[in-house]
């Protein structure tokens, strides 16, 4: 046999793939609506090309692959699985709908709200390729308008220009810390407690929220970029802040955090608002995340209690 084999076609592959997957060349005659002998024709005409033998016809009734069929058909799969998704890409596209969505999502957004989103988006639209960019605070904002995303889920920020604002929800921030942090020990406290004591902030890197304080009421603080940080010294008793209330529940709920009774550190409600630039609507695809958004946000608010106090864009 030649060692250089040639090119099959994909309709020869096709008709490999139907013999494995039915176990005949009549069952596949049968299911691609063409006579067995134009599947035989097709089956030897592709050993021909290759230069190696498919299937074993001598030993068994049924055609059983050989170990060079194995993995022949792993290769045919993965080439046939390409051109259909291919060809569900370009399918999209005539449709209107977008190659790749690039989405930012604030650190403050509860993980379990991510992975519904996430999840749901990849079974409604598996073509469109998902980029995903978590942010701080003004991080978000200055990513959508860079045109480094297509879509931010953002926390409060000021209003700017040339950006749409949907509200998709909140987010409890309560003031966390560890058991043998002082703050946790003592109390009850009075007003300014928490003043003499390290809190732990959280910073971003963007320009848009330079000079100002979110919910900080410590004059000595230690500033984070990072929440995941932020958490680990919580959790090592390095001072006191303030987190999401999903992400410190197993905490409080196994005593490694402590939940604050600050008289000037209550609970405040952090909102979200899904971003866009007016001048880059959504396609269909990312209208559906942002219709899912507000959705996760409509069930929530149905399940709420009291609302907490509001965090303000340029204060406590």
């Keep these: ?78 080439i046939y699985g390409g051109v259909d998704g291919l060809r569900a890409k370009v399918k999209g596209l005539l449709q ?40 701080a605070l003004g991080g978000v904002t200055q990513r959508v308008l860079d045109r480094g995303a297509t879509l931010g ?50 910073t971003d890197r963007s320009t848009l929220t330079r000079d100002q304080e979110f919910a900080v009421v410590g004059t000595r603080t230690w500033r984070l970029a990072d929440l995941g940080s932020k958490h680990m010294l919580l959790r090592e008793g390095i001072g006191w802040g303030n987190m999401p209330a999903p992400m410190v529940a197993d905490d409080l709920a196994s005593g490694r955090l402590v939940r604050l ?14 971003l866009y630039r007016t001048d880059t609507p959504p396609g269909p695809a990312a209208t559906w995340l942002i219709e899912r958004l507000k959705e996760q946000a409509a069930a929530e608010t149905a399940k709420a209690g009291q609302p907490f106090e509001k965090i303000e864009p340029d204060g406590r």
Aim: glycine share 8%; hydrophobic share 45%.
């Design 1 to 78: 046999m030649s060692t250089d084999p040639g090119t099959p076609t994909l309709d020869q592959l096709r008709v490999f793939l139907t013999v494995v997957e039915v176990g005949s060349f009549a069952g596949a005659a049968r299911k691609l609506h063409r006579a067995t002998s134009v599947v035989s024709y097709s089956i030897a005409n592709l050993e021909l090309q290759l230069g190696v033998s498919l299937f074993d016809r001598k030993t068994t009734r049924k055609p059983q692959l050989t170990e060079a069929g194995r993995m022949v058909l792993a290769e045919a799969r993965s």
């Design 96 to 135: 209107g709908l977008e190659a790749e969505v690039h989405l930012v999502l604030d650190v403050m957004l509860p993980a379990e709200r991510v992975v519904d989103a996430l999840k749901a988006f990849r079974a409604q639209f598996p073509t469109v390729s998902l980029h995903l960019h978590i942010e």
């Design 153 to 202: 889920v953002s926390g409060p920020m000021t209003n700017i220009g040339g950006l749409e604002r949907i509200g998709v929800g909140r987010v409890a921030l309560i003031p966390v810390a560890a058991p043998d942090h002082p703050l946790a020990r003592n109390g009850p406290h009075p007003p300014g407690a928490g003043r003499s004591h390290v809190q732990l902030v959280l």
């Design 261 to 274: 009774e600050l008289p000037d550190c209550p609970p405040i409600d952090y909102t979200f608002e899904v």
